[in-house]
Nanobody
């Protein structure tokens, strides 16, 4: 069973930075596609960024140029560096893993990010 544990959330002022981490256990991490999603109160969950097993990345338009996703296969960890944060970035950020070998998908519990104006 795959477990994903996010960390790094918190309260930050607008314009500040945070770095989120998501550590995975029990999966074929290096061949998985790793994603970050977020869900704000009263809103649908939305895609933020992904990094493929080969290192290719993709971002939602709302975070392009501000957020950077990366992965460290030696630590089974995916990161999200968030810069120039805005109040509209306030949400619970969730890690999402897709195992390419099995097609199985897993969500983490999420970490809260609050950006004050």
């Amino acid at each position: 069973q795959v477990q994903l544990v996010e960390s790094g959330g918190g309260l930050v002022q607008a314009g500040g930075s945070l770095k989120l981490s998501c550590e995975a256990s029990g999966s074929t991490f290096s061949t998985s596609i790793l994603h970050w999603y977020r869900q704000a109160p009263g809103k649908q969950r939305e895609f933020v960024a992904l990094v493929s097993s080969g290192g290719g990345v993709n971002y939602a338009d709302a975070v392009k140029g501000r957020f950077i996703i990366s992965r460290d296969n030696t630590k089974n960890t995916v990161y999200l560096q968030m810069n120039n944060l805005k109040p509209e970035d306030t949400a619970v950020y969730l890690c999402y893993l897709v195992e390419m070998q099995t097609g199985k998908r897993y969500w983490g519990q999420g970490t809260q990010v609050i950006v004050s104006s």
